[in-house]
């Protein structure tokens, strides 16, 4: 059973460019959020995507954006990249259907921005 | 304003000690799960807690859910290394959606 995987793992950019960050979901979950998770603090969410649709979002600007595909994977795109967005990029995923909201991590993708 | 306090920051315990991390609210919760971050990894799921005053129990680990249901806390019975990594707290409130707000984290050290 393969858990969420995520590419790349490891990205440098430099102020200014795009990135584009991919995430598969745990077999069978439907769901995708991503977090970043800033040095020595705890997740914060970013958005969700459920059936390709943008279902929930956080406190992040417009040049965060995401897509959801028909097989669930996800892609989160960050426009016109700040020093501040350095992070470990987190996405996680579930079951919309459960009463739990567990969630399934991936490994994240550590960004740097120069 | 921050939605959840999680203390202690940071516990360095010898090992064989026990570990209490607390997480608390303003409001009433729905809900709150626990994860387990190690070093250089990812969060991992440890538990959900739904019913007020609800205790569960996992090994060594012990979690409860206040009757106002607006704490929770983990205790970690006599530590071992293994257990070396950052716990966060994270709940879902009613305001801000089914979004999951995350606690600052504790981090646990243990010395062998």
């Known amino acids: 059973d393969a858990g969420v995987t995520q590419s790349p793992t490891h990205l440098i950019k430099t102020r200014g460019q795009q990135v584009t960050l991919r995430c598969s979901p745990k077999?069978?979950?439907?769901?995708v959020s991503w977090y970043q998770q800033a040095l020595g603090q705890g997740p914060q969410f970013i958005f969700q995507?459920?059936?390709?649709?943008?279902?929930q979002r956080g406190n992040f600007p417009d040049r965060f954006s995401g897509h959801q595909f028909p097989n669930y994977s996800s892609e989160l795109n960050v426009n016109a990249l700040l020093l501040g967005d350095s992070a470990l990029y987190l996405c996680?995923?579930?079951?919309?259907?459960?009463?739990?909201?567990?969630?399934?991590f991936g490994p994240g993708t550590r960004l740097t921005v120069t | 304003g921050q939605q959840v306090m999680q203390i202690p920051q940071y516990q360095h315990v010898q090992e064989g000690e026990d570990f209490t991390t607390y997480c608390n609210s303003s409001?009433?919760?729905?809900?709150i799960q626990w994860y387990k971050q190690r070093p250089g990894g990812h969060p991992v799921f440890l538990i959900q807690?739904?019913?007020?005053?609800e205790v569960k129990k996992q090994k060594r680990l012990t979690f409860q859910f206040g009757e106002a249901k607006k704490n929770s806390s983990l205790h970690i019975t006599a530590t071992q290394t293994t257990d070396v990594g950052t716990y966060f707290c994270?709940?879902?409130?009613?305001?801000?959606?089914?979004?999951?707000?995350f606690g600052a984290g504790t981090i646990l050290r243990v010395k062998s």
């Open positions: 996680a995923s579930s079951l919309l259907g459960l009463q739990t909201y567990e969630q399934y």
């Open positions: 807690l739904v019913k007020s005053g």
């Open positions: 409001t009433t919760l729905s809900n």
């Open positions: 077999s069978g979950h439907d769901t």
């Open positions: 995507y459920y059936e390709e649709e943008e279902r």
């Open positions: 994270a709940v879902t409130l009613m305001e801000y959606g089914n979004k999951l707000v």
